[in-house]
């Protein structure tokens, strides 16, 4: 089964600086896809940004960013010019590639960020 | 933007009695999924829907929880006999389709408390 880990249960960022998140996972599947998920203190779960394996490219959106590494099994966040929004719980999470079924997110135990004003 | 909607956003019961978490699902939307996350632990998948059936669950989805779309809109989590550990948040998420790419979209999730 597939498991993910984040290191860090927390970690703080100073307002306007970067940070980078760790998550890394372990599967014996080639082609799947990654999440990171953002939980502020609301508990929504939000959709952060996302990561297709055979896409060599990082993903990107604003400032948020990736680090995909295909090899080491690492998927890494950073989130650029952080901001006091930013403070939140996030989640990496895996899913299983599309023609394996209806098949679930697995998700780690998250980080928790603290945004420094 | 569209959203998954959860009501209640609360609710405390009693131990050994019956709760309905209900969902609305985005309207496109064809599959269905509810995860729980125990405070301070991490997200756990439930059980996915498709096709007004179960798709795939997991060993905590034992038979005290069921799930139907009972009327082409809603989609339910019921927990027919509360305990103590039932206490969590629980999410209910759609999805356009299967394949990864598109992600999920949860709901603000109901707390639930079992007293």
């Known amino acids: 089964a597939q498991t993910v880990t984040q290191s860090q249960p927390e970690m703080s960022v100073q307002e306007a600086e970067t940070v980078t998140l760790s998550c890394t996972y372990d599967t014996s599947e080639s082609d799947y896809y990654l999440f990171w998920y953002k939980q502020p203190p609301s508990r929504q779960m939000i959709l952060v940004i996302r990561q297709e394996a055979y896409k060599q490219q990082n993903a990107t959106e604003n400032r948020f960013s990736v680090n995909f590494q295909k090899a080491a099994k690492s998927f890494s966040l950073k989130i650029s010019d952080s901001q006091l929004g930013d403070a939140a719980m996030y989640f990496c999470a895996y899913r299983s590639p599309p023609n394996s079924g209806n098949t679930p997110l697995v998700f780690g135990k998250g980080t928790r960020l603290s945004v420094i004003a | 933007e569209p959203e998954v909607t959860q009501t209640p956003s609360h609710q405390v019961t009693q131990m050994g009695q019956e709760v309905i978490l209900r969902c609305v699902p985005i309207?496109?939307?064809?599959?269905f999924y509810w995860y729980r996350q125990i405070l301070g632990q991490k997200v756990e998948f439930l059980v996915s829907?498709?096709?007004?059936?179960?798709?795939?669950k997991s060993e905590i989805f034992d038979d005290q929880f069921s799930v139907e779309r009972p009327d082409g809109s809603n989609f339910t989590l019921k927990i027919r006999s509360t305990k103590l550990e039932d206490s969590a948040m629980y999410f209910c998420?759609?999805?356009?389709?299967?394949?990864?790419?598109?992600?999920?979209?949860f709901g603000s999730g109901t707390r639930l408390t079992v007293v």
């Open positions: 309207s496109n939307h064809l599959y």
């Open positions: 998420a759609s999805s356009e389709g299967t394949v990864g790419k598109y992600g999920y979209t």
């Open positions: 829907f498709y096709n007004n059936e179960i798709s795939e």
